[in-house]
């Protein structure tokens, strides 16, 4: 399983390498400033969870999120998040 990640990241392109990596280092500045912003989260792993909840299910965090700045930062990943799916399904159809 490694070995097969492994692979497909040498075999991308210079500009697909520089997209991914640019967007983890978006997910983790936005996990960091979650993190400080004084919500009810301990560890950045628990707001790292809730960003990646927010990218891929739409997770609801009411409940351990405060601040409307990390609400709006938590939206915007969601709408990032659909946009992402779309793009990989269109991309799967494409090569169906």
Known sequence: ???LVI???LTLSVE???LILSVLALLLIETIIIWKMGNKLEFWHDAFFIVLQHLFIFANSLESINHF???LLLTITS???VIIQGLVLQWFFDKL
């Open 1 to 3: 399983m490694i070995l």
């Open 7 to 9: 692979v497909t990241i």
């Open 16 to 18: 697909k390498m520089i």
């Open 69 to 71: 700045p990390s609400l």
């Open 79 to 81: 709408i990032f998040g």
